[in-house]
């Protein structure tokens, strides 16, 4: 009996063997397949709340995007926070990479207005020191005025709807009354009674009456030239932030947050947590993410070449530093010339205001009132003596046009608006086509993976093999991965905003495209706008002084004006005089000790 027991024994001992076996194997099998790295990962990266990540893999889950056959780590609430998720993730990056750029338009943005700013001080006060060394009669009376254009020029550079012109005209209004008054006239208050009507008068008639020559018209014309460069480039870096701001909080598709799920999450549940994603995969799925961002490239290509074009119009060849050096001299020359032609003025206004003088009007021009400051030269070199010298009357008038120009910049201004605007240009080329690039910065780096073994979106592949589409909406019609039904309505209007604003500022400045490359610096300009070495007598001052702070380009350019001008002034005097001027007596003689020989040739 035992004999016959014995061979069941052995087939039923064979048969728990092998059902111990196949346990065992499935136990190593849910190990294998447990969802311990999925929760490890969805805790790191903080997708939601880790109770909702199972302990094991589901076999019946009912899931809207990462569907897939066989055991899933995945439910529909983690679905919901992977879509959070994802979202917050690639805003994030979008905002990391757009970030240099966004502050290098805010950043350039304050600088070049501190230094607008700086510019409009510094003229300022270099008129206020003329009005008060060399008019002061008129200076107190003056300088309320002089701080209101300067006020109004401020504004206008930032972008405030102020009309330099009108500006420009309005202070000349203003300073009629007190030119009349003090330097055509000087005691007619003393002799009529002086009111407001006199001094409206005057100002509404000051155009008309044309006292100060062309001297208004061309400060206003310059003015309005080199600062509306400087405010359109103000405005274009507004805009610029704008855009970006737009950028950086963009809305994303329900298409687009579920190409970017499966691209991203979709792998973890089945328990690959380390795979990347294959990069032409990951291009589609972010240039269907960014189809409308994208669309912005043209318009900002355009944008970026007329920020160049601006900055070039307004430092390139120191436009707006010049014309604010500009402003003390055109004031200058303007009060010269009311002097000069004061007789015909007073007859004018008499007549049309009906003022008098009380006292009968020589038409010989009256003596300017002058006042000759410690550092202005009186006289002229021996060897620039004329034989035949100009009536004292005349030397009087020339004293005060004698002053010279510090020459020898501050070493430590190591930025002027040429290196600044030099250093904004030089990083603006790396964002023309940022738009155009960013899926691809996007998809580089650690995200995504170019060897063998990658995610594909449904699987680990070698490779991704479907069709890698282009940039903008109309690229994304082939796109297998994310489809894209309509343009996003925010950054359409952001589009069409950008391109309005190209077109404005095209139409304002017509002659941009005209605008010449700067030329290389030259061999005594570095790029700190520091100059070579020079001794005191060839011109140069001390560092400290006020005007060393302007490159000496900028400073040589206004010298060379002056002096034509100054040779304009002596020949006005010469033919008022009735003077013969002979070989000995040439202008080219007539040098100034302020005016070293390098910059009058």
Same mark, same amino acid.
């Given at each position: 009996?035992?004999?016959?027991?014995?061979?069941?024994?052995?087939?039923?001992?064979?048969?728990?063997?092998?059902?111990?076996?196949?346990?065992?194997?499935?136990?190593?099998?849910?190990?294998?397949?447990?969802?311990?790295?999925?929760?490890?990962?969805?805790?790191?990266?903080?997708?939601?709340?880790?109770?909702?990540?199972?302990?094991?893999?589901?076999?019946?889950?009912?899931?809207?995007?990462?569907?897939?056959?066989?055991?899933?780590?995945?439910?529909?609430?983690?679905?919901?926070?992977?879509?959070?998720?994802?979202?917050?993730?690639?805003?994030?990056?979008?905002?990391?990479?757009?970030?240099?750029?966004?502050?290098? !338009?805010?950043?350039?943005?304050?600088?070049?207005?501190? %230094?607008?700013?700086?510019?409009?001080?510094?003229?300022?006060?270099?008129?206020?020191?003329?009005?008060?060394?060399?008019?002061?009669?008129?200076?107190?009376?003056?300088?309320?005025?002089?701080?209101?254009?300067?006020?109004?020029?401020?504004?206008?550079?930032?972008?405030?709807?102020?009309?330099?012109?009108?500006?420009?005209?309005?202070?000349?209004?203003?300073?009629?009354?007190?030119?009349?008054?003090?330097?055509?006239?000087?005691? !007619?208050?003393?002799?009529?009674?002086?009111?407001?009507?006199?001094?409206?008068?005057?100002?509404?008639?000051?155009?008309?009456?044309?006292?100060?020559?062309?001297?208004?018209?061309?400060?206003?014309?310059?003015?309005?030239?080199?600062?509306?460069?400087?405010?359109?480039?103000?405005?274009?870096?507004?805009?610029?932030?704008?855009?970006?701001?737009?950028?950086?909080?963009?809305? %994303?598709?329900?298409?687009?947050?579920?190409?970017?799920?499966?691209?991203?999450?979709?792998?973890?549940?089945?328990?690959?947590?380390?795979?990347?994603?294959?990069?032409?995969?990951?291009?589609?799925? %972010?240039?269907?993410?960014?189809?409308?961002?994208?669309?912005?490239?043209?318009?900002?290509?355009?944008?970026?070449?007329?920020?160049?074009?601006?900055?070039?119009?307004?430092?390139?060849?120191?436009?707006?530093?010049?014309?604010?050096?500009?402003?003390?001299?055109?004031?200058?020359?303007?009060?010269?010339?009311?002097?000069?032609?004061?007789?015909?003025?007073?007859?004018?206004?008499?007549?049309?205001?009906?003022?008098?003088?009380?006292?009968?009007?020589?038409?010989?021009?009256?003596?300017?009132?002058?006042?000759?400051?410690?550092?202005?030269?009186?006289?002229?070199?021996?060897?620039?003596?004329?034989?035949?010298?100009?009536?004292?009357?005349?030397?009087?008038?020339?004293?005060?046009?004698?002053?010279?120009?510090?020459?020898?910049?501050?070493?430590?201004?190591?930025?002027?608006?040429?290196?600044?605007? +030099?250093?904004?240009?030089?990083?603006?080329?790396?964002?023309?086509?940022?738009?155009?690039?960013?899926?691809?910065?996007?998809?580089?780096?650690?995200?995504?993976?170019?060897?063998?073994?990658?995610?594909?979106?449904?699987?680990?592949?070698?490779?991704?093999?479907?069709?890698?589409?282009?940039?903008?909406?109309?690229?994304?019609?082939?796109?297998?991965?994310?489809?894209?039904?309509?343009?996003?309505?925010?950054?359409?209007?952001?589009?069409?905003?950008?391109?309005?604003?190209?077109?404005?500022?095209?139409?304002?400045?017509?002659?941009?495209?005209?605008?010449?490359?700067?030329?290389?610096?030259?061999?005594?300009?570095?790029?700190?706008?520091?100059?070579?070495?020079?001794?005191?007598?060839?011109?140069?001052?001390?560092?400290?002084?006020?005007?060393?702070?302007?490159?000496?380009?900028?400073?040589?350019?206004?010298?060379?004006?002056?002096?034509?001008?100054? +040779?304009?002034?002596?020949?006005?005097?010469?033919?008022?005089?009735?003077?013969?001027?002979?070989?000995?007596?040439?202008?080219?003689?007539?040098?100034?000790?302020?005016?070293?020989?390098?910059?009058?040739?």
């Amino acid at each position: 009996m035992s004999r016959g027991i014995c061979p069941r024994v052995n087939s039923c001992g064979s048969f728990w063997i092998l059902s111990a076996v196949i346990f065992a194997a499935h136990l190593i099998d849910v190990d294998a397949y447990s969802c311990h790295e999925v929760k490890t990962a969805f805790q790191l990266r903080q997708v939601g709340p880790l109770h909702r990540v199972p302990e094991t893999p589901g076999t019946d889950v009912d899931l809207m995007i990462c569907k897939h056959q066989g055991p899933s780590c995945c439910t529909r609430k983690m679905e919901e926070s992977y879509q959070l998720a994802v979202k917050r993730e690639t805003l994030h990056n979008i905002q990391s990479y757009s970030y240099e750029l966004e502050h290098l !338009i805010s950043g350039h943005s304050d600088a070049f207005q501190d %230094m607008f700013q700086y510019l409009l001080s510094f003229s300022q006060g270099h008129l206020s020191s003329l009005l008060e060394g060399t008019y002061p009669s008129l200076s107190r009376h003056a300088l309320p005025h002089v701080n209101q254009l300067f006020a109004s020029l401020s504004l206008y550079l930032r972008g405030a709807n102020v009309s330099v012109e009108a500006s420009v005209h309005q202070f000349f209004n203003n300073l009629f009354p007190l030119v009349y008054t003090r330097l055509i006239n000087p005691g !007619i208050e003393g002799n009529m009674m002086v009111g407001i009507e006199m001094g409206d008068c005057l100002r509404m008639i000051r155009q008309d009456v044309n006292p100060f020559g062309s001297h208004p018209a061309v400060m206003a014309q310059e003015m309005d030239e080199a600062l509306g460069a400087g405010r359109q480039l103000g405005l274009a870096l507004e805009e610029g932030l704008e855009v970006m701001n737009a950028t950086e909080h963009v809305s %994303m598709s329900k298409e687009c947050v579920k190409g970017l799920v499966k691209m991203v999450y979709c792998s973890h549940c089945r328990g690959l947590t380390l795979i990347k994603p294959c990069v032409g995969y990951c291009l589609n799925v %972010m240039r269907g993410c960014l189809a409308s961002v994208s669309e912005l490239d043209q318009p900002w290509r355009r944008y970026t070449s007329l920020l160049e074009q601006l900055t070039h119009a307004m430092a390139g060849h120191h436009s707006l530093e010049l014309a604010l050096l500009g402003v003390r001299d055109h004031v200058n020359e303007a009060l010269l010339y009311a002097q000069l032609h004061g007789p015909l003025i007073t007859a004018t206004v008499d007549k049309v205001c009906g003022l008098s003088t009380g006292a009968p009007t020589s038409m010989r021009p009256t003596s300017p009132e002058v006042t000759t400051s410690s550092v202005t030269s009186t006289s002229l070199p021996p060897s620039a003596a004329p034989s035949q010298s100009l009536p004292e009357q005349w030397q009087s008038q020339l004293a005060h046009l004698r002053s010279s120009f510090p020459l020898k910049p501050s070493k430590n201004n190591k930025h002027n608006l040429r290196t600044l605007s +030099r250093e904004f240009l030089m990083y603006l080329q790396r964002y023309k086509s940022f738009f155009a690039a960013l899926p691809e910065m996007l998809c580089e780096g650690d995200n995504v993976v170019d060897d063998s073994t990658c995610w594909s979106g449904e699987d680990v592949v070698e490779s991704y093999t479907g069709r890698v589409v282009g940039n903008g909406l109309h690229a994304q019609r082939q796109n297998p991965e994310v489809k894209v039904r309509s343009p996003n309505p925010t950054l359409a209007e952001v589009k069409e905003r950008l391109e309005l604003f190209n077109q404005e500022t095209q139409e304002k400045f017509p002659k941009l495209g005209q605008m010449e490359a700067w030329d290389e610096l030259g061999s005594g300009e570095t790029e700190e706008g520091s100059t070579t070495d020079c001794d005191d007598e060839d011109g140069c001052q001390a560092s400290g002084d006020a005007l060393a702070e302007f490159p000496r380009s900028v400073l040589k350019e206004g010298m060379t004006a002056r002096y034509y001008a100054e +040779r304009e002034f002596i020949t006005k005097l010469m033919n008022s005089a009735n003077l013969q001027r002979t070989d000995s007596l040439s202008l080219s003689s007539l040098r100034f000790d302020g005016i070293p020989a390098s910059l009058t040739k």
